[in-house]
């Protein structure tokens, strides 16, 4: 049976659906439910590394990737030794809004900065 190129097309775009997206840019860094989830990789990093408590600040980049939920790599400005040094750390959150989870996958300090 020939397949027309309708079918191949729909039959292409139907595959790319079902697969995971790239990464591509948060469009609105300062939206509130962005600095949320920065303001929560930092909560959550010093539940798990009290020794080095930081402070946030705000989310200064990132991007994010639809799978089957939503994942986040965000650039988080904090402070650490009682506010008194500012860095630039790297978080990567999972979040699946409709099951009401949240992970931090990752969090590093950036080095660059």
């Not at 994010?64 to 939920?69: D, I």
Request: hydrophobic share 40%; net charge negative; charged share 20%.
């Amino acid at each position: 049976m020939a397949m027309t190129t309708r079918t191949l097309l729909l039959a292409a775009v139907c595959a790319a659906a079902a697969l995971p997206r790239g990464w591509s840019p948060i469009k609105n860094i300062d939206d509130p439910h962005i600095q949320e989830l920065g303001r929560w990789a930092i909560t959550e990093n010093n539940r798990v590394s009290p020794s080095d408590e930081l402070t946030f600040h705000r989310v200064t980049g990132g991007e994010q990737q639809v799978v089957s939920g939503m994942n986040y790599r965000l650039e988080i400005e904090a402070a650490s030794g009682g506010g008194d040094v500012t860095g630039s750390y790297g978080a990567v959150v999972f979040e699946q809004e409709w099951s009401n989870t949240r992970k931090l996958i990752s969090f590093d300090k950036n080095h660059n900065f």
